[in-house]
T-cell receptor, first 114, second 119 residues
Framework: AQTVTQSQPEMSVQEAETVTLSCTYD???????LFWYKQPPSRQMILVIR??????QNATENRFSVNFQKAAKSFSLKISDSQLGDAAMYFC???????????FGQGTRLTINP | GAVVSQHPSWVICKSGTSVKIECRSL??????MFWYRQFPKQSLMLMAT?????????EQGVEKDKFLINHASLTLSTLTVTSAHPEDSSFYIC???????????????FGSGTQLSVL
């Protein structure tokens, strides 16, 4: 079974600085999708960024970018120019190519210090 | 963008009663919806996959008689917590993705969740 591991329960960063959240996963599949979701205090799940495993280019969405290392099964999220509104729980998630369900990591609570 | 509506947002009930939670896709059809459970400060754990017109697929360790799932149409799935007890208190979240020919590449949309508190 696929597993997703986030080894940082909590992270904090100064406003306007850059922070990187780590994620590793285990799978025997060659084709799959990886996601980062944000869960603010409202608990609404918000998609931050998505990466298709067959794409070598790292996905970017404005201030958010990933470092996808397929061989190492690593998928880290970099947040540049951190803003107070970025404070939330961040979940890394995996989805197989044939499956629709998501497997989530344990989450990382990100605090932004003003 | 696609929206998934989940109701109620919170519910308080007495031990032994049953509670129904609805998950609706408002502007798209979904043959499959997912139900997750989230305890405080923990991750989302998949409970079951809801399949339109057929039986739900439950994850290991989830009691199907306890958590009844009905997916009667392409836009509605319901989760009924039967004979609820305090240990069933949790945050329940549903998700769905649009039905398209290339469904594997579509992102999932989440409901806003339901906080269940059983007294």
């Amino acid at each position: 079974a696929q597993t997703v591991t986030q080894s940082q329960p909590e992270m904090s960063v100064q406003e306007a600085e850059t922070v990187t959240l780590s994620c590793t996963y285990d799978t025997s599949e060659s084709d799959y999708y990886l996601f980062w979701y944000k869960q603010p205090p409202s608990r609404q799940m918000i998609l931050v960024i998505r990466q298709e495993a067959y794409k070598q280019q790292n996905a970017t969405e404005n201030r958010f970018s990933v470092n996808f290392q397929k061989a190492a099964k690593s998928f880290s999220l970099k947040i540049s120019d951190s803003q107070l509104g970025d404070a939330a729980m961040y979940f890394c998630a995996y989805r197989g190519s044939g499956a629709q369900k998501l497997v989530f990591g344990q989450g990382t609570r990100l605090t932004i210090n003003p | 963008g696609a929206v998934v509506s989940q109701h109620p947002s919170w519910v308080i009930c007495k031990s032994g009663t049953s509670v129904k939670i609805e998950c609706r896709s408002l502007d798209f059809q979904a043959t499959t919806m997912f139900w997750y459970r989230q305890f405080p400060k923990q991750s989302l754990m998949l409970m079951a996959t809801s399949n339109e017109g057929s039986k739900a697929t439950y994850e290991q360790g989830v009691e199907k008689d306890k958590f009844l799932i009905n997916h009667a149409s392409l836009t509605l799935s319901t989760l009924t917590v039967t004979s609820a007890h305090p240990e069933d208190s949790s945050f329940y979240i549903c998700s769905a993705h649009p039905l398209t020919p290339n469904g594997a590449n579509e992102k999932l949309f989440f409901g806003s969740g339901t906080q269940l508190s059983v007294l």
